[in-house]
């Protein structure tokens, strides 16, 4: 099943998994990532100190860092489920692109969220690109059933990434559930949700100009 997968997401899935075994203590430690963890604003930008505060490129390196086993495992089977039909359907450049923007994206939207707080901490995890693949697997494959872990529920994808977001704005905006950067998964769903309808030449953005070669269009709804 492996080897069938398409080229991008087994990268991302190989890359995750040989950084997580890198953070462990018999290997380079957790510690040698901390200038690659998304660090609070709260420091400052320091160009030549990149330990402890933040840097550009955290924007991007946070999303292949993991903080456990379980933390790796749910957010690469994510990856491996809603990955592999997405760059199928939009191909190896156009799917990492999106990928990308999302996790940057989720980055963006904690660091912001970050500085209403006392006490921000430093976020790691594919969490933010994930989610932005839950949304795009909704948006381009609304009808198609998913099924829930916890509890095991079949539904349908439009409705589970929908009780997703509500639960995810829910928990961020009561701190139910505290050591989960909430909001970085909505703002990879945001930031994912702003770049199909840029793509698609929807609102909030200008339709594209007719004219031109004909491309299929991949983004459309598949029912």
Known sequence: MFPRLPTVTKALLIANVVLFLLQQP?????????????????GGFDPFSPGGNFQPWQLLTYGFLHGGVGHLFFNMLALFMFGAPLEQ?????????????????????????GTLLADPAPVIGASGGVFGLLLAYAMLF?????????????????TFVIVIGITELVMGATSWQP?????????????????????????????????????????????
């Open 26 to 42: 018999f290997l380079l430690g957790y510690g040698t990532f901390e200038p690659f963890m998304l660090q609070p604003l709260r």
């Open 89 to 113: 359907t939009w191909g190896e450049k156009r799917f990492l692109t999106y990928y990308l923007v999302c996790v940057a994206g989720a980055g963006l939207c904690q660091l912001m969220v």
């Open 142 to 158: 609304p009808n198609q059933r998913v099924m829930l872990l916890f509890p095991p529920i079949p539904m349908k994808a439009r």
């Open 179 to 223: 050591g989960i950067a909430h909001f970085a998964h909505l703002g990879g769903m945001l930031f994912g949700w702003l770049l199909i309808r840029y793509w698609r030449g929807q609102p909030p953005f200008k339709p594209r100009p007719p004219g031109g070669p004909r491309r299929p269009n991949h983004l459309r709804r598949v029912k």
